[in-house]
Nanobody, 124 residues
């Protein structure tokens, strides 16, 4: 699976951004997808994940009221809508994809395919 994330940039506190991630794989719709981020000097942080477009979504507590994950399998694209951005959201954001057995909590799953990341900078 090849993944290409885009949509990052520099925004002000309180503004919004939508990240996109295009997946290149046979039957991409069968892959669970996820977003994580990594800030300078910090560990990678799980943000959100989902299986199919109408399925359950998973969120980290730090973003669950502000971020929304979605996917358009006709376009092989995953989105992360981010609202009310804060300085602590500054990080490089990565999208991932993996075939995860049904029943596995996606927050704990191992995603083996990641894109190159897109940088989000939130200025106060």
């Amino acid at each position: 699976v090849q993944l290409q994330a885009s949509g990052g940039g520099r925004v002000q506190v309180g503004e919004s951004l939508r990240l996109s991630c295009v997946g290149h794989a046979h039957a991409f719709a069968s892959y669970a997808v996820a977003w994580i981020r990594q800030a300078p000097g910090k560990q990678r942080e799980f943000l959100s994940a989902m299986r199919w477009s109408a399925g359950r979504t998973y969120y980290a507590d730090s973003v669950k009221d502000r971020f929304t994950i979605s996917r358009d399998d006709a376009k092989n694209t995953v989105y992360l809508e981010m609202r009310n951005l804060k300085p602590e959201d500054t990080a490089t954001y990565f999208c991932g994809a993996e075939r995860i057995p049904y029943g596995t909590d996606l927050r704990l799953a191992e995603f083996g395919n990641w894109g190159q990341g897109t940088l989000v900078t939130v200025s106060s």
